[in-house]
């Protein structure tokens, strides 16, 4: 009797054993705050068509789009609000409009769901709870100055300094000032990068003949060493107008004729006007937190909460 006892239990005992062994814990995603009805008309430009997004959900898209999924999460608070009041003035501006967003560089990169699976993989739980978290940790937050939402500009890497918006845009907005950003050098890969292009290639962008020899002139600079304006073969640009027809990653640079090659070195990633992303990063890293990023980098703001 004590032997089919036993051999009960036994076979009571090894498929539970079995079972809990392979048992597989399955992560769950995280949900978001959804505390407000606003939504966000997006228009798709590989499709031609416009979603209409719910709001917060639209911001964990462009999180994902626009910064990468390693940085530290006090930088991805600060790019939440920033991104989101960025949409915000979007969507203010075109209330007459049909949509109120590009989903590309245009406006904000937004990717939605379905890529970010096929991106990510098995990381996608992971990554997205990541995002989902620095939304939710943000939600409805908003940069305001005096009583107005901003135009929360942001851009990747800055060449020590973040430039004045009436230098780059026209427009002088006291909240997208100058200031430091000196944490980029550290952060960035492409804090300094090289590109190389024919001289033919060099000399039809800019409309010009062809020479073998290169005569450039600094007319110019921005007190944060950004080209304003110069001078090539005694033609006369702005530092803009080459950043432009030449592709370049930034207005500071430099350049010179190897032969048949023209060298630029550049110094930064993007126009330079407001939050450099590579130095939030380097901020976040040394312990500030996301209201201490927002608040060197635009300058003179308040953070507010979105109202239904």
Same mark, same amino acid.
């Given at each position: 009797?004590?032997?089919?006892?036993?051999?009960?239990?036994?076979?009571?005992?090894?498929?539970?054993?079995?079972?809990?062994?392979?048992?597989?814990?399955?992560?769950?995603?995280?949900?978001?705050?959804?505390?407000?009805?606003?939504?966000?008309?997006?228009?798709?430009?590989?499709?031609?068509?416009?979603?209409?997004?719910?709001?917060?959900?639209?911001?964990?898209?462009?999180?994902?789009?626009?910064?990468?999924?390693?940085?530290?999460?006090?930088?991805?608070?600060?790019?939440?609000?920033?991104?989101?009041?960025?949409?915000?003035?979007?969507?203010?501006?075109?209330?007459?409009?049909?949509?109120?967003?590009?989903?590309?560089?245009? +406006?904000?990169?937004?990717?939605?769901?379905?890529? $970010?699976?096929?991106?990510? #993989?098995? /990381?996608?739980? %992971?990554?997205?709870? &990541?995002?989902?978290?620095?939304?939710?940790?943000?939600?409805?937050?908003?940069?305001?100055?005096?009583?107005?939402?901003?135009?929360?500009?942001?851009?990747?890497?800055?060449?020590?300094?973040?430039?004045?918006?009436?230098?780059?845009?026209?427009?002088?907005?006291?909240?997208?000032?100058?200031?430091?950003?000196?944490?980029?050098?550290?952060?960035?890969?492409?804090?300094?990068?090289?590109?190389?292009?024919?001289?033919?290639?060099?000399?039809?962008?800019?409309?010009?003949?062809?020479?073998?020899?290169?005569?450039?002139?600094?007319?110019?600079?921005?007190?944060?060493?950004?080209?304003?304006?110069?001078?090539? +073969?005694?033609?006369?640009?702005?530092?803009?107008? $080459?950043?432009?027809?030449? #592709?370049? /990653?930034?207005? %500071?640079?430099?350049? &010179?004729?190897?032969?048949?090659?023209?060298?630029?070195?550049?110094?930064?990633?993007?126009?330079?006007?407001?939050?450099?992303?590579?130095?939030?990063?380097?901020?976040?890293?040394?312990?500030?937190?996301?209201?201490?990023?927002?608040?060197?980098?635009?300058?003179?703001?308040?953070?507010?909460?979105?109202?239904?």
């Amino acid at each position: 009797m004590k032997k089919i006892i036993l051999f009960t239990v036994i076979i009571i005992f090894i498929p539970f054993v079995i079972v809990s062994f392979f048992k597989i814990d399955k992560k769950e995603e995280i949900n978001l705050n959804y505390e407000s009805n606003t939504i966000i008309r997006v228009k798709r430009l590989s499709s031609g068509e416009i979603e209409h997004l719910p709001f917060e959900e639209y911001i964990v898209g462009v999180l994902a789009g626009e910064m990468p999924i390693y940085f530290e999460k006090e930088a991805l608070k600060a790019q939440a609000v920033a991104a989101r009041s960025y949409a915000l003035k979007k969507i203010e501006y075109n209330k007459d409009n049909e949509y109120d967003v590009v989903d590309s560089v245009l +406006n904000q990169v937004y990717l939605d769901n379905y890529y $970010l699976k096929e991106a990510w #993989g098995n /990381k996608y739980v %992971d990554n997205i709870n &990541k995002l989902r978290e620095a939304v939710n940790d943000t939600s409805l937050e908003y940069l305001d100055y005096n009583g107005e939402v901003i135009d929360a500009l942001f851009f990747s890497t800055s060449n020590g300094y973040t430039e004045n918006s009436s230098l780059v845009f026209n427009i002088d907005l006291p909240y997208l000032q100058s200031v430091t950003s000196m944490w980029d050098s550290s952060t960035s890969s492409a804090f300094r990068s090289t590109k190389k292009i024919s001289s033919s290639d060099f000399y039809s962008s800019l409309g010009l003949e062809k020479s073998n020899i290169l005569n450039f002139k600094v007319l110019k600079r921005s007190t944060t060493n950004r080209i304003l304006n110069l001078s090539i +073969n005694s033609t006369e640009f702005t530092g803009r107008e $080459l950043y432009d027809k030449l #592709g370049l /990653k930034s207005t %500071d640079f430099s350049l &010179k004729q190897d032969g048949d090659t023209i060298i630029i070195d550049t110094v930064g990633y993007g126009h330079g006007v407001g939050m450099s992303q590579y130095g939030a990063e380097g901020m976040a890293l040394e312990g500030y937190s996301y209201k201490d990023i927002l608040s060197h980098y635009y300058v003179g703001t308040s953070i507010k909460k979105l109202l239904n």
